[in-house]
């Protein structure tokens, strides 16, 4: 009877324990869709109040616009906070998914790398533009002749720099989308076309990378910038609603 009795009770221990493995898995892919997410629309939002209606690479027309913006560097530091919840649910996304080792777990590693760098080129990014063009064209505005011809030549310097780093910046984080949609394809513990999707928006980083370095702000960049903005909304509100749905992920069972 007792050996029954212990039998008996094998089953409903194995069946309880099945949960309480798949529960970091779903928390984590939940934590790092909503992070993800949530740093799309702060960035989106932020943008929306981005001065931007003269031509970018119009830099007398441009430089009027910026000093007239009294909420500059605030826009700047919300695009910041948004471009860090992103990198934090890419981070969080790559360990959740804990990439046996092999290639898979180096291309993981490489992904988190490339989105620590983005982050910090990111920040680097955002003071000098948020901060330094910001100093360098409102003393431009009130400066007189002939120091005016000085300060605006600054300000077109601190441009020139912003270019420079953003295109920088657009790689990397390019390179960390990519190698990060490559860990969500190959990993197959969430649906794999949102890796897919992922590496699109990688694709799409790169290209407006390019084009920042070779053109500035031209309007050749276009197509990329909103291929990127409508790739990240279509992964990361699919990686949002599938980590949210209730359903385990593929390969919870097996890999715990």
């Known amino acids: 009877m007792k050996k029954f009795g212990a039998d008996s009770q094998g089953p409903p221990q194995v069946a309880a324990a099945e949960p309480a493995r798949r529960t970091p898995v779903r928390s984590g892919l939940r934590l790092a869709a909503t992070l993800a997410f949530?740093?799309?629309?702060?960035?989106?939002?932020?943008?929306?109040?981005?001065?931007?209606?003269?031509?970018?690479?119009?830099?007398?027309?441009?430089?009027?616009?910026?000093?007239?913006?009294?909420?500059?560097?605030?826009?700047?530091?919300?695009?910041?906070?948004g471009m860090a919840l992103l990198i934090a649910g890419l981070l969080v996304l790559l360990v959740v998914l804990k990439a046996p080792e092999g290639a898979l777990a180096w291309t993981a590693r490489l992904g988190a790398a490339a989105a620590v760098t983005a982050l910090a080129l990111y920040a680097a990014l955002q003071a000098v533009d948020g901060v330094a063009l910001k100093h360098a064209v409102d003393a431009w505005v009130v400066a007189t002749e002939p120091e005016k011809t000085a300060r605006f030549a600054t300000a077109e310097g601190i441009r020139?720099?912003?270019?420079?780093?953003?295109?920088?910046?657009?790689?990397?984080?390019?390179?960390?989308?990519?190698?990060?949609?490559?860990?969500?394809?190959?990993?197959?513990?969430?649906?794999?076309?949102?890796?897919?999707?992922?590496?699109?928006?990688?694709?799409?980083?790169?290209?407006q990378g390019w084009i920042v370095g070779a053109e500035g702000f031209s309007t050749a960049?276009?197509?990329?910038?909103?291929?990127?903005?409508?790739?990240?909304?279509?992964?990361?509100?699919?990686?949002?609603?599938?980590?949210?749905?209730?359903?385990?992920?593929?390969?919870?069972?097996?890999?715990?």
């Open 160 to 207: 020139w720099l912003e270019w420079g780093m953003r295109s920088y910046q657009s790689f990397v984080l390019g390179a960390a989308l990519l190698l990060t949609g490559a860990v969500v394809v190959g990993a197959g513990r969430v649906s794999r076309p949102i890796g897919y999707l992922m590496a699109l928006s990688g694709l799409a980083y790169v290209a």
């Open 221 to 256: 960049n276009t197509i990329p910038t909103l291929a990127g903005i409508v790739l990240i909304l279509v992964w990361s509100v699919w990686l949002l609603v599938s980590a949210w749905s209730g359903k385990d992920a593929p390969g919870d069972g097996g890999r715990g």
């Open 38 to 81: 949530a740093g799309f629309v702060v960035s989106l939002v932020a943008g929306l109040f981005h001065a931007d209606t003269a031509n970018a690479n119009d830099h007398p027309a441009t430089f009027l616009e910026y000093a007239g913006s009294g909420i500059w560097t605030a826009v700047h530091l919300a695009q910041f906070a």
